[in-house]
């Protein structure tokens, strides 16, 4: 499921202001479904077949993983991959080390799974992911009964010793993370019993919403006092299917606010993913005064069309930020284009994403000529009204989402912005170059 894409080949690129971006925006599949529903295709029977899958690193280190673990998956020439399960509980030890790349969604819902197979099995990342926290996941893993040893901090890679007797627990979310929460969902697959999981601040619901699909015995319900509370019936077979995956709302943010940004601008992205889980940035740009219509289509999907806005600033309530975790980087450069001050807060999650995105995006946005303040857990963007100089050459730390936002912020500003590694768009979204020059954008070597 290799993919020859532009963007490897050239490390050092910038953007420039080229007139108007007019068109239909091509958006890959979701990252976090496709994850997900190879992973679940991988524990089902039979052959599930995937319409629309990311075809991207992270989601090739992840079916690379789960092709070691035994499952059975081939890409055809026409898009679609299929996907032979082993069933609940039949994945087999792998004879090598995993290596998740980038992908810490895959990493982590892995070392879900692997915590409750009675074998051993060890989980490596790139240097970015080997960077990045784990201590969170193997605590409730350890507590249904598997070893997991990683190294200090709770870095990668980790050994994980998968326990042969599971044991059923009762988990509270203590941070708002879908990762984690479905960590111990999908431990509890191969689980004797109820699993729970009480999760208080709604996070991305894709793992339930693909368990049910697939047949697993999940409940949900929802309390008042303690939020949404999650019941799986462990050793319940999964029953292979037919998925059609939608455009990632996360990638789809790249061209939406680059036409919100660039005078004259109208860009279509259709067939998006809807879920009042993922919606925090459209309902926060429609805030700053960004003029987006949405409209639901079929399938629970929507189109959405955005259009040249004046920006004004504004205050984001932490409680949205779950609602919106990975599209912090690309609202900031909104944000830098508004009119007056965005005071992002509850960030602390930020830190620990695919760069400390905190610092990444400040030190971006300041060598392209935007002052900006990190107040504990908070993130304030100073706006005035219209783009910036720009003229920096931004960091991106290994991090594609840093690497997205600033070339669509070079293609409002007077002068070119410049990314110093491009290689790293290839996580999510290899055919972004082509999708920016597609709407009309200038994007060329340093
Ligand atoms: C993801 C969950 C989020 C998000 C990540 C994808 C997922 O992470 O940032 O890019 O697919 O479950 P957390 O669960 O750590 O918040």
Redesign the pocket.
């Known amino acids: 499921m290799d993919n020859p894409d532009k963007s490897k080949k050239l490390k050092c690129l910038s953007t420039e202001s080229n007139g108007p971006l007019i068109g239909h925006a091509t958006i890959p599949g979701d990252?976090?479904i496709s994850?997900r529903a190879l992973i679940l295709g991988s524990m089902a029977l039979g052959e599930t077949t995937l319409h629309g899958l990311l075809d991207a690193d992270d989601i090739n280190s992840t079916a690379k993983a789960l092709v070691c673990l035994g499952a059975r998956i081939n890409k055809e020439s026409n898009g679609i991959v299929r996907v032979n399960g082993r069933g609940v509980g039949g994945l087999s030890e792998p004879s090598d080390i995993l290596d998740l790349g980038n992908a810490?969604?895959g990493a982590r819902l892995l070392m879900g799974i692997l915590a409750t197979h009675d074998f051993i099995s060890i989980i490596n990342g790139d240097q970015s992911l080997r960077q990045r926290p784990m201590a969170h996941i193997v605590k409730p893993l350890e507590q249904m009964g598997a070893q997991i040893h990683t190294r200090d901090g709770g870095r990668l890679p980790a050994t994980i010793i998968g326990t042969n007797n599971p044991i059923p627990i009762s988990y509270h979310l203590p941070i708002?993370?879908?990762?984690?929460k479905?960590a111990v969902i999908l431990a509890g697959l191969n689980t004797p019993g109820r699993t729970r999981v009480i999760e208080p601040a709604a996070?991305?619901d894709?793992t339930e919403q693909l368990l049910r699909r697939f047949g697993a015995k999940i409940q949900i319900t929802v309390s008042e006092d303690e939020g949404k509370i999650i019941d799986l019936i462990g050793l319940t077979e999964l029953q292979a299917q037919e998925l059609f995956i939608p455009a990632d709302p996360s990638s789809a943010a790249f061209p939406i606010v680059a036409a919100l940004l660039v005078p004259g601008s109208k860009v279509t992205v259709s067939n998006v993913a809807h879920s009042p889980t993922r919606s925090g940035l459209f309902e926060t740009l429609v805030d700053m005064g960004a003029k987006i219509d949405i409209t639901r289509s079929e399938n629970s999907t929507v189109d959405i069309t955005a259009e040249f806005s004046t920006l004004h600033g504004a205050d984001i309530p932490a409680e949205r930020a779950?609602r919106m975790?990975?599209e912090y980087p690309i609202l900031a450069i909104a944000a830098s284009c508004a009119q007056g001050s965005t005071i992002m807060r509850g960030l602390s999650?930020l830190k620990v994403?695919e760069s400390n995105r905190l610092n990444t995006i400040a030190e971006g946005l300041n060598a392209c000529g935007v002052e900006t303040e990190i107040l504990k857990d908070s993130l304030v963007v100073h706006g005035k009204g219209g783009p910036p100089s720009g003229g920096g050459v931004v960091h991106t730390h290994h991090d594609h989402r840093i690497a997205m936002s600033f070339l669509v912020l070079g293609l409002a500003t007077p002068k070119p912005v410049a990314i110093d590694d491009s290689s790293v768009i290839a996580t999510s979204f290899p055919g972004f170059i082509d999708m920016i020059e597609e709407l009309g954008g200038s994007i060329g070597p340093k």
Do not use: M, W
């Open positions: 990252k976090s994850h810490g969604t708002p993370s879908a990762q984690l479905s996070t991305r894709h779950p975790i990975d999650e994403k």
